[in-house]
C-alpha cells in the first residue's frame, strides 16, 4: 500500500508493536499500510459515516486483513473501550473536532499510550490542548504536499508546557531546525499579515487588543524567522 506523504508522516509515527485504532478512517489505508509494514499485529479502523467505512471494508477485503482489522462505525473513540487499544491516530480532520473527540471520551484517550494527529488546520490550537491537558510532544514533522504544508504531531502522556508562540510554531520543528520551518513561519506570518491588513480597513481596529496582539505575534515570528 504506497501512502501519500502526508499519511506516511502519520504511519511512520505510529509505536511500532501498538494496536492503532484509526478514526476517521475512510479508506483504511493507513492501518493495512501499517499491518502490511509488520509495524504493528492489529487495527481498530472506526469512521463516523457508513460510506467511507464501506470503502474502508472493499480495502480491508482487498488485503486480506479482516482478522487483524475490526471495522466500527461511530462518533470519534466512541466505538473504542478502554485500554482495547493503545495507539490512536485522527487525521484529516481541523484541531477543533480532532479536540471533541478526545474530550467526548475521556476514559479511552485517558488510556493510550499515543497519539497520533494530523490537523488539517488549528494546529497551535492543537498544542495548546495537547500542553493544557497534559500530552507531551515527543515528535512531529512537517510534509509538503501539493502545495500544502501538513503538520503531524505525536505526544504521549507526559507535562509539556509551551509558549504560546511554540504552539504555533511547533517546539520540535523549531529546536530540530526541521528543513520546512522556515517556509512554516513564512506562512504563519503571511497569516497574521492577512488579518493585520483587513484590520486596518475597519476604523478603530488598530486601537484594539486583538490589533496589538496579533502584531506582537507577527514580529516574534518575524525575529524567529531572521534566525534561520
Ligand atoms: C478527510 S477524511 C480523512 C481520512 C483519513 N484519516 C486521512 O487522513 O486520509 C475525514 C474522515 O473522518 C470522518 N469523520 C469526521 N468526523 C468524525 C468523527 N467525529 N468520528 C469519526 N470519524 C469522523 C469522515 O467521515 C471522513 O471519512
Given amino acids: ?33 501499517a499491518i502490511e509494514e509488520k ?70 484517550t485517558d488510556s493510550l499510550s499515543r497519539l497520533i494527529l494530523q490537523p488539517m488546520s488549528g494546529a497551535g490550537l492543537m498544542r495548546k490542548w495537547l500542553s493544557e491537558n497534559d500530552w507531551f510532544i515527543v515528535a512531529e514533522t512537517l510534509v509538503e504536499e501539493d502545495g500544502i504544508i501538513y503538520e503531524v504531531i505525536a505526544a504521549e502522556p507526559g507535562r509539556m508546557p509551551i509558549k504560546p508562540i511554540m504552539c504555533d510554531v511547533g517546539p520540535l520543528l523549531w529546536l530540530g531546525r526541521h528543513p520546512l520551518i522556515k517556509k512554516h513561519i513564512y506562512r504563519l506570518m503571511q497569516s497574521d499579515k492577512a488579518i493585520l491588513d483587513n484590520m486596518k480597513k475597519g476604523k478603530n481596529a488598530v486601537e484594539s487588543e486583538k490589533y496589538k496582539a496579533i502584531k506582537e505575534h507577527y514580529a516574534e515570528l518575524e525575529k524567529m524567522f531572521r534566525c534561520l
Fill in 39 to 108: 509495524r504493528i499485529p492489529s487495527a481498530i479502523a472506526c469512521d463516523l459515516n457508513q460510506g467511507p467505512l464501506s470503502a474502508a471494508e472493499r480495502a480491508v477485503k482487498e488485503a486480506n486483513m479482516e482478522d487483524v482489522i475490526s471495522l466500527r462505525l461511530g462518533d470519534g473513540l466512541a466505538p473504542i473501550k478502554p485500554d482495547e487499544v493503545t495507539n490512536a491516530a485522527i487525521a484529516g480532520m481541523g484541531a477543533t473536532t480532532i479536540i471533541h473527540i478526545l474530550e467526548g471520551a475521556p476514559e479511552v
Fill in 1 to 33: 500500500m504506497k501512502l501519500s506523504k502526508r499519511l506516511r508522516a502519520v504511519a511512520d509515527f505510529v509505536e511500532p508493536g501498538s494496536i492503532l485504532a484509526d478514526i476517521g478512517t475512510d479508506h483504511g489505508y493507513l492501518p493495512i499500510a
